[in-house]
Structure formats: structure tokens, C-alpha cells
């Protein structure tokens, strides 16, 4: 991309839509990261060189501890007030990964999907419990105990693998 073909982008004149909320983080990041000391300079006892990253140098000096974006509180609310509203089958998906990025957004799919995955293996645990719970006190308890011990860790077994 060079300033010269950004018309043959679509909404390169308005940087908000053009960028996602994550690439822009990542180029602030980036261009924070890339900042150079061009002389040598002494703060606070901590020598800077010329050429050498600045940011770098006041995390290894522990001068800066951590070095993160600020949220935009507007996008946020508006994605929170989305995100506590869905339910187990939606995640709005394409505006977590608009705001945090991809890596985040493939942590929550990912989390979405096992949820939805241990569904059946969780139902047919509780029933397994609640038909024992039933011979409590009797010989037939410790009889379904081992035989749904077994069953159950076969069926996670299976489970595990499709």
C-alpha cells in the first residue's frame, strides 16, 4: 500500500473504516516500538544510544513496564452490550476480532466451540449420576457406579477423538 494507490482502496479517506480497531493498534505498536534514540542521551542514569530502540530499552530498565493500547470507550461499550447479550450459539465474532484481532478471536471461537462440544458428554453425565443417586443406600448403586464408570469413559473416549 503506498499513499499514491489509496484510491483503489475502499474508505482510504477515512482512516476509521479503512483500519480495524486491531491493525490500528498494531501500527501504533509498531511504530512505538520502532522509535530510535538519534543521539546519545542519559535519563535517569540509563544510557540511550543512537540507533537503538528506545522503548526496548526503558522495558529492560524496567523505566516502562508494559507497554499496551487504550481502549476506544465508545467501540467497547457498544461491543460489551453485544457480547453479554448473545447466548451460547452467537458470539459476534467479526467485531471481537474488528476490536482485539484475530488471535483473540480465534481464543473465543475456539472457547465457543468446546463449550458446544462438552454439551453431550455433560447431559449424559448428569443422568448417569441421577439414575445411581436413585439406588443410593442399595446393591444396585455400586453395580451402575462401575458399570457407568466404564461407559462414560468409553464414551469420552470416543468423544475425544471425533
Not at 483500519?19 to 542519559?42: D, G, P, Y
Not at 540511550?48 to 530498565?61: D, N, Q, S, T
Amino acid at each position: 500500500f503506498t499513499q499514491r494507490d489509496s484510491k483503489c482502496f475502499e474508505n482510504s479517506d477515512d482512516i476509521r473504516q479503512f483500519f480495524s480497531s486491531a491493525e490500528r493498534q498494531n501500527i501504533i505498536n509498531h511504530v512505538l516500538h520502532s522509535v530510535h534514540a538519534t543521539e546519545e542521551v542519559t535519563v535517569e542514569g540509563v544510557e540511550f544510544l543512537p540507533g537503538l530502540p528506545i522503548v526496548a530499552r526503558c522495558k529492560r530498565e524496567q523505566m516502562v513496564l508494559q507497554v499496551f493500547p487504550l481502549h476506544h470507550a465508545e467501540e467497547m461499550k457498544r461491543l460489551k452490550k453485544e457480547w453479554l447479550t448473545v447466548h451460547l450459539h452467537h458470539q459476534p465474532l467479526n467485531r471481537i476480532e474488528n476490536y482485539f484481532g484475530l488471535k483473540i478471536t480465534l481464543y473465543f471461537a475456539w472457547l465457543l466451540f468446546y463449550t458446544k462440544a462438552l454439551i453431550p458428554a455433560s447431559i449424559i453425565g448428569i443422568l448417569a449420576y441421577l439414575h445411581i443417586r436413585s439406588h443410593k443406600g442399595t446393591e444396585l448403586e455400586k453395580y451402575y457406579e462401575g458399570q457407568y464408570a466404564v461407559l462414560f469413559s468409553l464414551f469420552n473416549v470416543i468423544w475425544s477423538t471425533v
